[in-house]
């Protein structure tokens, strides 16, 4: 028997042997939170929790849908993302493809003075049998990496959606904020013109006079702030769009529409289909994969080889060639003495392996911990705009009695109204505020609930 056949019954005894060499990567203890995830939000048994819910269909608003559609089809951070699954995706099917030979072939020609001519056709293949789970663990560790940069590529997803659907409501609040100071506007230079005529009549003097004034320069300078801010906000829609002159339409604060209660499901499911922890996890397999390439490294590697072709003397065609030429090789090459790259790439491996659980185990942390925030947030602002509708009904009211009993007795001066009507607006500002956090408080939780994903 040759030497060769030697070396392949030996390469496939060895093979068969190490099967079970590597074992595929499994989530332990180790991998998860020391804690009851449930302990930091409450659990439902509903058949459909928030993070289940499409985008399209938990936000009804026409104009963001419209907004989040432009976003999702042109965004810079998306683009890249989707570029970076391609790459993985690449580097996924090359890594497959490394199980099958590789084949290659030539031509050789030679011409002398002498008139001799030589031409030379040959093909050669090479196969590298993965003994000892090299190229499989080699495409177990790119698969766990394309699976992290889809998850990586929702991720993102999910951020634009709810970046955008805050810059929406954000613009509404102020849009609402700027709507209630132009109101005010409106009703200071009436106080401004009833104090004036209460002057000429004496029943007043010119200190309620400036206070007006100056109680109306104050809301004139918060129309300008205001302004400036949905001016900034419109230009980072417009960047996150791609586009700086996209139409940004949008409707009313207070003609959005929210569930007033919240189905949360099981958080600890939903936190673990939340596409960045996913990718911390993915991430973590991966390098799994890597500990055992670098192990695979130490043992040795058994590769197959051969070539084959003709030549043809001068004088001869290609149809009549003067000589055959063929050769096959095989070889076992083991690792003796390589200065510890070997032992340093294991160590590499198997630290990065550590930074990556600690890195899954963090972001299954945060995750939590955004769920619980947002809940709490949610909870207190709904609990603030309760409270925010009884004080403005309360203003109203004291707003109005004033003017009476200053219309009415001597007993009340207009400096009073002017007060209580600086209040009406304070707490008009307020509410607006409370009402774009009870949404924020939404939108956070639906994200952190990991919705939004495709």
């Known amino acids: 028997m040759k030497v060769t056949e030697y070396i392949i019954l030996l390469g496939i005894g060895v093979c068969m042997g190490s099967c079970g060499l590597y074992s595929r990567y499994e989530r332990t203890a180790a991998d998860s939170v020391e804690y009851d995830i449930a302990k930091i939000a409450p659990q439902d048994s509903a058949e459909v929790s928030l993070g289940e819910i499409a985008w399209n269909e938990f936000f009804t608003d026409p104009y963001l849908k419209g907004w989040i559609d432009k976003a999702l089809a042109s965004n810079t951070d998306l683009r890249v993302a989707r570029l970076k699954v391609d790459e993985a995706q690449a580097s996924l099917e090359a890594s497959r493809l490394a199980f099958l030979p590789s084949v290659s072939a030539g031509v050789d020609g030679t011409s002398s003075t002498?008139?001799?001519?030589?031409?030379?056709?040959?093909?050669?293949?090479?196969?590298?049998?993965?003994?000892?789970?090299?190229l499989r663990n080699l495409k177990l560790g790119k698969e766990s990496a394309y699976y992290a940069s889809e998850e990586y590529r929702r991720a993102v997803k999910t951020g634009v959606i709810s970046t955008v659907a805050n810059s929406y409501y954000t613009l509404l609040m102020l849009d609402e904020q700027l709507d209630i100071s132009e109101r005010t506007l409106t009703?200071?230079?009436?106080?401004?013109?009833?104090?004036?005529?209460?002057?000429?009549?004496?029943r007043t003097n010119e200190a309620a006079v400036l206070q007006a004034r100056a109680n109306r320069m104050q809301v004139?300078?918060?129309?300008?702030?205001?302004?400036?801010?949905?001016?900034?906000?419109?230009?980072?829609?417009?960047?996150?769009?791609?586009?700086?002159?996209?139409?940004?339409?949008?409707?009313?604060?207070?003609?959005?529409?929210?569930?007033?209660?919240?189905?949360?499901?099981?958080?600890?499911?939903?936190?673990?289909?939340?596409?960045?922890?996913?990718?911390?996890?993915?991430q973590l397999r991966k390098c799994f994969y890597d500990i055992n390439v670098a192990r695979a490294a130490f043992y040795p590697s058994l590769t197959i080889?051969?070539?084959?072709?003709?030549?043809?003397?001068?004088?001869?065609?290609?149809?009549?060639?003067?000589?055959?030429?063929?050769?096959?090789?095989?070889?076992?090459t083991a690792p003796l003495f390589n200065r510890g790259t070997n032992r340093a790439?294991?160590?590499?491996?198997?630290?990065?392996?550590?930074?990556?659980?600690?890195?899954f185990q963090q972001r299954l942390l945060d995750a939590g911990m955004e769920v619980n925030d947002a809940l709490t947030d949610w909870q207190t602002a709904r609990d603030r705009l309760s409270l925010d509708k009884k004080q403005i009904v309360a203003l109203k009211g004291a707003v109005h009695n004033t003017r009476l009993l200053m219309r009415n007795t001597s007993k009340t001066n207009y400096l009073e109204v002017l007060t209580a009507q600086q209040r009406l607006l304070e707490a008009e500002l307020t509410e607006a505020q409370d009402r774009y956090n009870s949404i924020q408080a939404i939108i956070s939780l639906y994200h952190a609930l990991g919705g939004g994903v495709d």
């Open 114 to 134: 002498n008139g001799s001519n030589n031409l030379k056709i040959s093909g050669s293949a090479a196969w590298e049998i993965d003994v000892f789970g090299r």
């Open 187 to 202: 009703t200071w230079d009436e106080n401004i013109r009833a104090l004036q005529a209460l002057k000429r009549g004496g």
């Open 305 to 332: 080889s051969g070539s084959g072709g003709w030549t043809t003397a001068s004088g001869n065609g290609i149809a009549n060639p003067s000589e055959w030429v063929a050769n096959f090789v095989g070889g076992l």
């Open 345 to 359: 790439n294991l160590k590499i491996s198997e630290a990065e392996m550590e930074i990556a659980s600690l890195d």
């Open 220 to 282: 004139e300078n918060s129309t300008l702030t205001l302004r400036s801010q949905i001016k900034a906000q419109e230009n980072a829609v417009r960047a996150l769009m791609l586009d700086p002159e996209a139409d940004l339409s949008r409707g009313r604060l207070g003609d959005q529409d929210f569930p007033e209660t919240l189905s949360l499901g099981v958080v600890a499911t939903m936190l673990s289909n939340r596409p960045d922890v996913r990718q911390a996890e993915f």
